[in-house]
């Protein structure tokens, strides 16, 4: 008996070898995918490597403990491990040095004026004196073991000269009609990384010659600072904090002037925070830190030290 054709066995030759590229194409289609899915989960793992922090960073603002951050979450001064005597590694920051940053160590001592002190040296053995020589006093410092940069972006001086009418009017909406205005500082920087700049903008006519800040206040006396962001086509002022006499108080008070101090990510989200000192004309200071949420400025942490 005469075997069967190869053709009905197997089929044509034609259609083995369409068969076969048609398989070939889809194994390289699915090594692709294969290779295209890995890819996609070595860089998830490695974004969560660089923006994960379970340690608690440690958050200070002219040597007092402020609070700190884990996994992006803040946390208060009252909420994080307090490691009396111990020295801890640090890394200061400097955002109008062009984000300069330089390695500390800080030792928290007693709890005094409802804050935690710290103090800092260039070492380990760090000096438990504030008067010290070898005491230093950074403006703002985090925790080293932070596994992200601080300063992803850098902090713009402009010429206050420029802003004067912008100061001016901001003023009369608060019942202030000044001629003119004395303009401590103003800066830009884009906070969100969107390519964006957001101008700040610090005014006082409270301090002296001297930058002593008066005891009482006047009619016509004010401290603010305020943050300009351009929303689409308009430009808007966000008041971040700020204290305005339009007369004269009835029943005068202290003082209370604000200043900027720094800008950096502290929690590791890339965007920038913002951090403001206030003093108080009876002695007492305070710190706020603000974080950007798009539309505006929220207060995220905040202490207050004095007399």
């Known amino acids: 008996m005469r075997g069967a054709p190869a053709s009905r066995l197997f089929g044509s030759f034609d259609g083995l070898n369409m068969n076969g590229k048609l398989i070939g194409a889809k194994i390289r289609c699915l090594i692709i995918t294969m290779r ?5 989960f070595y860089v998830s793992v490695l974004s969560f490597s660089i923006y994960s922090q379970t340690e608690v960073v440690l958050i200070a603002h002219n040597n007092y403990l402020v609070g700190g951050t884990r996994d992006g979450k803040w946390l208060k001064d009252t909420e ?7 020295p801890e590694k640090f890394r200061t920051i400097e955002s109008f040095l062009a984000g300069q ?5 800080g030792t928290l001592g007693e709890l005094g004026c409802a804050a935690n002190l710290y103090y800092f040296g260039k070492t380990s053995d760090v000096p438990a004196d504030v008067f010290s020589d070898r005491t230093l006093r950074p403006t703002l410092a985090i925790g080293a073991n932070a596994n992200w940069n601080p300063v992803p972006r850098l902090v713009k001086k402009l010429n206050p000269a420029g802003y004067q009418k912008i100061a001016l009017d901001f003023l009369r909406t608060k019942g202030i009609r000044a001629k003119s205005v004395k303009i401590e500082r103003v800066v830009s920087v884009d906070l969100d990384g969107d390519g964006t700049q957001e101008i700040f903008l610090e005014a006082t006519n409270y301090k002296n010659r001297k930058g002593e800040i008066r005891t009482l206040p006047r009619a016509g006396n004010f401290s603010f600072v305020l943050m300009r962001k351009t929303v ?4 808007k002022n966000y008041l971040i904090e700020g204290e305005f006499h339009p007369r004269k108080p009835v029943d005068p008070d202290y003082v209370s002037e604000f200043d900027l101090s720094e800008f950096a990510d502290l929690n590791g989200d890339g965007k920038m925070e913002v951090i403001l000192k206030g003093l108080f004309s009876y002695g007492g200071e305070s710190t ?19 007399d």
């Open 36 to 40: 295209a899915f890995s890819l996609l």
């Open 80 to 86: 994080v491990p307090a490691n009396f005597g111990k």
């Open 101 to 105: 940053r330089s390695d500390v160590y």
């Open 232 to 235: 689409g086509a308009k430009t």
């Open 288 to 306: 706020e830190v603000y974080e950007f949420t798009g539309s505006g400025l929220e207060e995220v942490l905040s202490i207050e030290c004095g």
